[in-house]
Each structure stands twice: as C-alpha cells, then as structure tokens.
C-alpha cells in the first residue's frame, strides 16, 4: 500500500512536519505534558511486571485512550494483532475513497491543536490546499493516525494478538497474547478494550445467507479483492454507507451488473446524529436517565444513518446499477451456480452476495471474551423498554459504569470484571458517541483516563498518603523570619526592643 500523496502548495510554503513536530513539543512543554511521574511503580507478581493499563486495539480509540492515559502520567501499552500502520478498517477493509465525516472535526487530538489532521495536513500542503480540500482521502486518514502514534511515540506492539482475557480477583487481568516471538501471558492492572466497531462481535448476517457455502458471499466488512467480481451479477443487500462502497467498488472492478437490494421504501436522507454531536450531547448522555438514553439511541437506529451523496453517486453512475427499494430479503438458496434470492419486490438471480447489514454484539464471535462475556451486565438484564421502543442492539448493549468499566450480571461473581473497561461502539448507549466515531472521540479518551487515574490514586491510597508522608524537600529554611519574643518581654530574639531600640542590658 503506498502513502497518499499530498496536493502541491499552492502559493504559501508549508512549514513541514518537522515544524508542526517542534510546535507540538513546545505546547507539550507549555502545558507541562505528559504529567510528572506519580504513579506507584509496576506491580510484581509472581517475578512478573504488570502492566498499568493494556489497551487491545490500536485503532484511532485505542490510540486516543494510549495517548491521554499518557499525558496524565499513565503508562498504557497497546496491543494489536494487526500488522504496524493497518489498524483498523482504513487500510485494510473500508471501500470509500474518502472519509464519510466532514473535514473539519479535530478528531483525536484531545485539545491540542498541534495534533489535528488540519495542522498535519496544511503543514504537509499549506493552506489554500486545506480549503479546497473536499473530505479526507480514507489512505490519508491511515497516514495521519500513523504520524499520530509515532509523534506521541506511543508503545502500540503489533502483530500481537489477544487471544483471552481473564478478569481474576487479585486486582489484576490476565491476558493470554500470541506475539511474534511466541504465545504468553501479560498482566495488567487495568484492560481497556478499543477493539472497534464490532468490537464486542461481529458482522450481523442474516441467517439464509450465513447457511450458503462461503463462496457465495461476504459480509462488507471481510478483506476481499473485489476483482474476483468481474463479469459476476451481484447482489448487496442494504443501502447505508457500506452497501454503497461494496456496490461501487464490485462496479468499478467490472461486475456485470449490481442489484443494492434495500428493504425500505426510500433511503434516509438525514443523518439525525449529527444533531447530537455537540458539548452537551457529548458531555452529558452519561448522566441522563436510562429512558431518555434509550430513547435517544433508538430513535437514531430507527431513522438510520444515510449513505453520503458521493458515495451514493460513485454508484448511481454506472447504468448497470440498480437501485432495489422496498425490497426486504426473504431468503436465499444456491441455484446451480448461483444463487436465487427471494425478496419482497420479487426473486433476483445473482452470482455473489454481499451483506451489508451491519455489526451486532455475539460474545460467541468472540472467542478471547469468552471467560466473561456470561458475568457482563447489559442493558436488556435489567432494563425494559417502553412500549414500541424494543430494540435488539440496545439490549445487549453492556451497561457499563462511569469509567465505561462492565458491570457484574450478579454481583461478586466475576470480581475483577469492572477493571475491564468497554472503549469501543457498543458503549455508545451507557456514555453516548464518544468511544468509536471520529467526531467526539477526544471527548471519550479523556474521560476514560480520567476515570482511569481516580481509580489508581483511590486503589493506591496508602501508597499516596505514604508519599505524602515521605516528602521531604524544604521550600522555606527557617532563616526568613524572626519569632516574636512573648508580649511584655519588651524585646524579640534578637534583642531589639519594641521601640526599635537594642537593648544592651
Ligand atoms: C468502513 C468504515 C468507514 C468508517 N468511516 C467513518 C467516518 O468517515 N467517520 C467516522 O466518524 N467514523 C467512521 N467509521 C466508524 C469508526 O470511526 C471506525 O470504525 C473506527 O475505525 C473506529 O476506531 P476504533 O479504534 O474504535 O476501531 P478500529 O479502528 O476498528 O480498531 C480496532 C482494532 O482492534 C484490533 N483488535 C480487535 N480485537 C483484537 C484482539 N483480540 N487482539 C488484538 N487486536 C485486536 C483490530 O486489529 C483493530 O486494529 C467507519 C467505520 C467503518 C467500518
């Protein structure tokens, strides 16, 4: 994969990385960040050193957590079995040319402006390029979290697998890691899990199509060189961002025609969760009532998000594309070889599926959780939605705690449980959008390590307190001032009289 290029400046000269590197330091330095060393030094179990905090997932989120855990002083070591530079879909599976959220959005950055895409890019290309910038390239978002994890000089180890957690009840969480170098096992005082949009499952896959033999279809999100759809009739079913992406993508790769096969009568033409992506929503939806959280959140899932314009026109511009509407899928079965799809609107012929129905949480798709995935609360153990406000996803959303830590189903069964904290979409109806999607992602990594670091100095009390005790390094010296002889004495120590007199008697 090569980087993307950058537009020639035009005009101004841009001030290069390595400025907007110096610039960073020097905002650092003015803020005094990372904060000074604080923390009690590395629990030894066993003759075993424990990590402060492990993150799975070295995706934007995993990187946002890493890097604010570290300006509040907090070693954080990510792990990722991806390989260096190929976290998460952008590289890898995503199919839009460019970013579907708009530009300007700063992102990870956690206040710093140093840190922002606009400073990187206008820094690489200058400032007229940043205004006729349209959205970000998707490869140059990849480069951008690149540069992010090596200017912060963040510890991500790559190719490194997390094949079980294991919550115990002395205070630390086992994780079984396969590594490069071999398979062993890692402690951590805390587990922060950023493993992504599916992060606690997987694709969601109707039934009849997850019956077919695998080389009749593919989820949106499985690598798949599209090349293999040359000449074929494919289908897709759904009609949200990725559904546009696969279709075009199968299109521009010669497919012989594609049928988006779309169970509503119409696509959604607004993207109501763009209203609620401002301080307030950000900010506040931890702390609202249970029904106003349901009922926000299900009111989005219902409305659905809209495919972006370009990404709807990157397909509408080939002839043999075919735009299926109130066409709900009522199954599918191989047909010598290929497949017939029985939908609401009819039955259509097609050589290759593709499902781009979404994620859903499934522990079971989830082998490394397996040791707590039966201990985790969620949200459908102990709340009930009102009427007509059933919801599927919400229910088994976890119900994490303030510090998006899981809760015990049944309290005191998996004790080390809420050392485990959910930093991924599905805690998006316990704290809102602030753990996944690029708008509010800063919001969401610096209330976790700041929730993070209260619960270390609280747990850590008596080493603090010891500290405190310890302290020992003088800011005045004794010699700044004169104590004052009793009243009546007439004179101080060193023998001037209250008048001002010395006093030679
Ligand atoms: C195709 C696509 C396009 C998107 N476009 C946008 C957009 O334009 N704007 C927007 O705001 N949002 C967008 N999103 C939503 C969101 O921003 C992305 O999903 C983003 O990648 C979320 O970052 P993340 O760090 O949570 O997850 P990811 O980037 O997916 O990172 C998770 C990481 O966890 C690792 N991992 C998981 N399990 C393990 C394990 N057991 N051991 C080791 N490593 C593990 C994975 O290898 C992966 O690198 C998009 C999502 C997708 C799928």
């Not at 086992?174 to 071999?182: F, H, I, N, R, S």
Request: hydrophobic residues 40%; glycine residues 10%.
């Amino acid at each position: 994969m090569t980087a993307p290029s950058f537009p020639a400046p035009a005009g101004e000269a841009p001030a290069g990385l390595p400025a907007l590197e110096a610039r960073l330091r020097r905002d650092l330095a003015w803020l005094e960040l990372p904060a000074k060393a604080w923390m009690p030094p590395g629990r030894v179990q066993a003759g075993q050193q424990a990590i402060d905090v492990a993150v799975v997932g070295g995706g934007m989120a995993g990187l946002a957590a890493a890097a604010s855990l570290k300006l509040l002083g907090i070693q954080a070591t990510v792990l990722d079995r991806a390989p260096a530079g190929y976290e998460g879909p952008w590289a890898t599976t995503a199919r839009m040319e460019t970013l579907r959220s708009p530009k300007h959005l700063t992102g990870p950055a956690l206040d710093l402006p140093a840190l922002t895409f606009r400073a990187w890019f206008e820094a690489q290309s200058g400032q007229a390029a940043w205004a006729e910038l349209d959205k970000i390239p998707r490869l140059q978002w990849m480069d951008y979290l690149r540069w992010y994890r090596r200017v912060l000089d963040l510890d991500v180890r790559n190719r490194h697998a997390v094949l079980a957690v294991l919550p115990r009840d002395d205070r630390l969480v086992a994780l079984d890691v396969e590594a490069p170098d071999g398979r062993r096992r890692l402690l951590a005082r805390r587990l922060v899990l950023a493993t992504g949009r599916d992060g606690l499952g997987g694709p969601a896959v109707p039934e009849t199509v997850r019956r077919l033999p695998r080389r009749y279809w593919a989820h949106s999100s499985d690598p798949m060189d599209y090349v293999r759809l040359a000449g074929k009739r494919v289908a897709v079913i759904g009609g949200g961002s990725a559904a546009m992406d696969c279709a075009a993508t199968a299109l521009e790769e010669g497919a012989a025609g594609v049928d988006l096969l779309i169970r509503r009568a119409d696509i959604p033409r607004i993207n109501k969760s763009k209203a609620a992506n401002n301080p307030g929503f950000n900010l506040g939806h931890a702390d609202l009532p249970d029904e106003w959280k349901w009922r926000l959140r299900h009111y989005i899932n219902v409305q659905q998000v809209p495919p972006p314009r370009g990404s709807t026109l990157r397909v509408s511009r080939f002839p043999n594309a075919r735009f299926n509407l109130g066409c709900a899928l009522l199954d599918v079965e191989q047909a010598g070889e290929g497949l017939r799809i029985r939908t609401t609107r009819g039955v259509f012929d097609a050589d290759f599926l593709i499902a781009s129905t979404g994620f859903r949480i499934d522990w079971t798709a989830r082998p490394e959780f397996a040791e707590l995935a039966p201990h985790v609360r969620s949200w459908g153990d102990r709340f009930m939605p009102p009427d007509g406000e059933g919801d599927e996803e919400l229910e088994a959303a976890p119900d994490l705690g303030r510090c998006f830590e899981l809760q015990e189903k049944t309290p005191g069964r998996c004790p080390g449980l809420a050392r485990i904290h959910c930093f991924c979409h599905p805690a998006a109806l316990s704290h809102g959008t602030v753990s996944g999607d690029i708008p509010a992602i800063s919001e969401g990594a610096k209330r976790l390590a700041q929730g993070i670091a209260s619960l270390f100095y609280n747990e850590d009390i008596e080493y603090h307190f010891g500290q405190v005790q310890a302290y020992s390094e003088p800011e005045v010296f004794g010699d700044e001032w004169v104590a004052a002889e009793p009243p009546g004495t007439g004179r101080n120590q060193r023998g001037v009289t209250s008048e001002g007199m010395r006093d030679e008697g």
